[in-house]
Structures are given as structure tokens and as C-alpha cells.
């Protein structure tokens, strides 16, 4: 409703400046184009002069004749006037003219009984002393037409404006009704309710894309929110087992006395559920950091020679792949030097490297080949063995996500070691992913900027 008064507003006022100036340039036309026709009627009845009884008089011709009766027609009145004001002579209702009380060369307005008159008046040729030549013409005309224009202007202006209100109205609701549902779906979100969608189906105009923009604002906060939520349960869960581990053991040993041997192995039993615990709280704590504190890290980046490093690393994980008789072939181009930060490179790789050897049975094949491919450092992590089946690719960096054939927990693993190497990779603005062929080979691949 407010804008739709502004709108009025703006065209009522719009209308009354656009009226008010057509009003007067029309008055102003016809005056001017009124003066041009007196000053050629002065110009065409002064060639017709002659003299007699001894002051000047129209001569009137066949031929001018017709001229006058047109002049009359038309609605001009001449006449020839002395310097004592006595007229001589005329054409057309020169008698109804009011006369002048001191008469002046040029254009002037003159009223008689409510009616203007416009006159000319110059000299006659011979001498201003002689007399004076005037053509007039009554305002009546121009006054009609202005008054018309006027009251064409007084009837159809309002009518404009609410027409334009109106359909103002209608479209200014028609442009905001949207906002309606905005304003509605917010308040039907909440903290159990992630669903509602405003579903804009109109044109993409301000409005449109503000809908749209707040769709996809919702969608992430609902995959943020369902994603918290699996994170939450997903801890419980892991946190549950070592717990109830603990707790079993701690009820069974205090069930009747024990020997010395027998607490022991209880007390290295429970160490070891203890350790995983710690091990898994300090992944969740290093992966919330990696997560919420990016700009933190970046200012930590130095060059690194990722060539060195994969070779240290690859001789710390040697006795693990000789004790599976698993060979490790190598091939690193020299030099390959990354931005990043060196502890975070390392645990990168070692939990590749880690993920490798145990997942490769005995006596397989593990492959680590590093080279520049474009403008990036390409890093290829293949091992031999049963592959990850197609199913289970797309959700491997999700944290506590493991395939089935890593649900038996012999290896020891929480789920975490691949969400963390996927946050070191987009920290450093680089990309890893994983393609497998089941019964055969796994391939990991690491890409960073050079």
C-alpha cells in the first residue's frame, strides 16, 4: 500500500508539472502564431492605401474584395485611426474594437466587456504624425481551446492516477507476494524441521533470486545440520564400544578374586581400550581444528620438498611392509617442492602409506609414484588386493565411514584417517581421490600445486 502511494504520488505530481507546462506552451503557441497572422494582415491591407478626403482609406478591388471578405470571415478586424484616435476607415467589425486611450506601436491586449482583444498597431508609411494602421482579433478562440485542454486535463488526470494505482497495486502485490512465503517458511523452520522450501517458480528478478538464494542457503544448513547429527551418533557409537569394553572387563575381574598374572592381563587389556580412546579423541580433535580454523594453518605454509619427505616416510614404513614381505616400489621425480605445511604433509601420507601396507595381503604389491603433472605435484598411492567395491568410493573421506570389509575393527581402524587427509588436502588447496578395481588394485591420488 505504501508504495503504491508513492507511486500515485510521483505520477499525480508528474502529471500536474507535464499539464502545467503543456497548458502554457500551448498558450504561448497560439498567441505566438496569432501575432504572426496581424503583423501578415498588416502587410497585405497597407499595399492597399490610397488617399482620400485627405487622409488615407482602403482601396478595395475586385480582387482585393475577396481578400477582405475572408479577413472578415476569420474573424480580423483593420482599421486606419487618426492621431486623435477618429477612425478613417476598416474592414470587418473594426466598430466593435474598444479604442485605445493612447495608442502604442506594437501588441497589446485590450478588454471590452469581458472580452480581450489582441491588437497591432504601426505606423502608417507616410508618417507616424499621419495616422496609425490596427489589426485585431478577438482572444475568444484561444481561450476556448486552452479552457478544452484544461478541462480535458481536469477529468482525465485523476482518472490516469487511479488506473495507474490500480494496476500499481496489482503488480506491486503480484512482485512482493513472494516475500509472504519467505517470511512464512522462516518461521516454520526449526532446529527438527529442515524440510520447508519456498519453491519459486517465477521469473529470476530481485525477489527471484533473493527465494532462491535463501532455497539453497537452507539446503546447506540442512546437509550441515543432518551432517552434525551423523557426526554426534557416529562418536557415541564409537566411543560406546571401548567403554562398555572397559566396563565389562572392570565387573568381570572384580567379580571374585583374581591372581596377580590374571589382573595384570585385565589391566593391559583395558590399557590398550584406553589408548584407542585417546587415539580417537585426538583425531576428532585434530580434524575439528583442520575443519574450523583453516586461516590459522595457512600462515604455517612453507615450501616443502615433497620428494625428500615421501622418501623418509617411505623408509619409516618399511619394516611394517617387511614384515608382510609386501615390496614397495618407488618412483619420485626430484625436486618437487609443494606450499604447505610440513606436519600436516606428513600425516597425509603416512596415513596413506599406513592404509596401503594393511590393506595389502601378504606377499602383494605396494606402488608410490610422484611426478609434475601440469601446474600441480600428482602423488599415486597403489596397492594390490581385494579393491573397494563401487558402492563404497563416494562416501570413503566421511568420518567413521568404513567399507564392510573393514567392519571386523582387526586393524584397528576409527573411520577418521581418510576425513583427515581429505581436510589436510583442501587445506592446501589440492584434491585426492580414489578409484579401485575389486580383486585387484586400489589407487589413491593426491594432487597439489606446485
Known amino acids: ?11 499525480g505530481c508528474t ?11 500551448l498558450e504561448h503557441n497560439l498567441l505566438s502564431q496569432l501575432d504572426k497572422a496581424l503583423q501578415l494582415t498588416a502587410s497585405a491591407t497597407v499595399a492597399e ?3 482620400r478626403d485627405g487622409h488615407p482609406a482602403f482601396h478595395i478591388t475586385n480582387q482585393s474584395e475577396n481578400i477582405t471578405r475572408q479577413l472578415a470571415n476569420a474573424g480580423f478586424a483593420v482599421q486606419l485611426v487618426s492621431p486623435k484616435g477618429e477612425i478613417w476607415d476598416g474592414i470587418g467589425s473594426y466598430l466593435v ?27 502608417l508609411p507616410l508618417s507616424p504624425t499621419v495616422g496609425w494602421l490596427q489589426v485585431a482579433q478577438t482572444l475568444e478562440p484561444i481561450s476556448r481551446a486552452t479552457e478544452h485542454l484544461l478541462t ?21 502485490e503480484g512482485a512482493l507476494r513472494p516475500m509472504e512465503r519467505i517470511i512464512h517458511t522462516a518461521q516454520t523452520i526449526s532446529p527438527h524441521d529442515f524440510t520447508q522450501r519456498i519453491g519459486y517458480q517465477g521469473s529470476t528478478d530481485e525477489v527471484g533470486r533473493l527465494a532462491i538464494t535463501i532455497d539453497g542457503m537452507l539446503d546447506r544448513l540442512q546437509a550441515a545440520f543432518e551432517h552434525e547429527q551423523r557426526f554426534t551418533a557416529d562418536v557415541s557409537h564409537e566411543l560406546r564400544t571401548p567403554l562398555t569394553v572397559i566396563k565389562g572387563r572392570l565387573g568381570v575381574t572384580l567379580s571374585r578374586t583374581r591372581t596377580v598374572e590374571e589382573y595384570e592381563s585385565t589391566l593391559q587389556e583395558l590399557q590398550r581400550e584406553v589408548n584407542r580412546l585417546i587415539r580417537l579423541t585426538n583425531r576428532l580433535l585434530f580434524l575439528t581444528r583442520l575443519e574450523q580454523s583453516e586461516s590459522d594453518y595457512q600462515f604455517s605454509f612453507t615450501n616443502v620438498d615433497l620428494s625428500d619427505l615421501l622418501e623418509i616416510l617411505i623408509e619409516q614404513i618399511q619394516p611394517m611392509a617387511e614384515i608382510k614381505s609386501i615390496p614397495i616400489s618407488v618412483s ?12 600436516h604433509l606428513t600425516r597425509l601420507f603416512l596415513n596413506l602409506l599406513d592404509n596401503a601396507i594393511k590393506y595389502t595381503p601378504h606377499e602383494g604389491l605396494v606402488t608410490v609414484k610422484a611426478h609434475r603433472h601440469g601446474g600441480q605435484v600428482q602423488v599415486i598411492f597403489t596397492n594390490t588386493g581385494q579393491g573397494i567395491r563401487a558402492e563404497h ?9 568404513r567399507a564392510d570389509s573393514d567392519r571386523s575393527r582387526d586393524t584397528g581402524g576409527s573411520g577418521l584417517g581418510l576425513a583427515i587427509s581429505h581436510e589436510i588436502v583442501r587445506l592446501h588447496q589440492g584434491t585426492i581421490e580414489v578409484t579401485s578395481e575389486p580383486e585387484h588394485i586400489t589407487n589413491f591420488i593426491v594432487q597439489l600445486p606446485c
Request: hydrophobic share 50%; charged share 10%.
Open 393 to 401: 568410493l563416494p562416501h570413503l573421506f566421511k568420518r567413521f565411514y
Open 49 to 51: 492605401l490610397v488617399e
Open 1 to 11: 500500500m505504501r508504495l503504491t502511494a508513492w507511486y500515485i504520488l510521483l505520477l
Open 332 to 343: 619420485i621425480e626430484p625436486s618437487l617442492y609443494v606450499p604447505g605445511n610440513s606436519d
Open 15 to 25: 502529471l500536474v508539472l507535464f499539464g502545467t507546462y503543456l497548458y502554457f506552451q
Open 152 to 172: 480535458v486535463m481536469l477529468f482525465c488526470c485523476p482518472l490516469i492516477v487511479l488506473m495507474a494505482g490500480f494496476g500499481g497495486f496489482f503488480l506491486a
Open 97 to 123: 474594437v474598444p479604442t485605445f486611450e493612447e495608442i502604442k506601436t506594437g501588441y497589446t491586449n485590450v478588454t471590452q466587456h469581458d472580452q480581450i482583444w489582441r491588437v497591432y498597431t504601426q505606423p
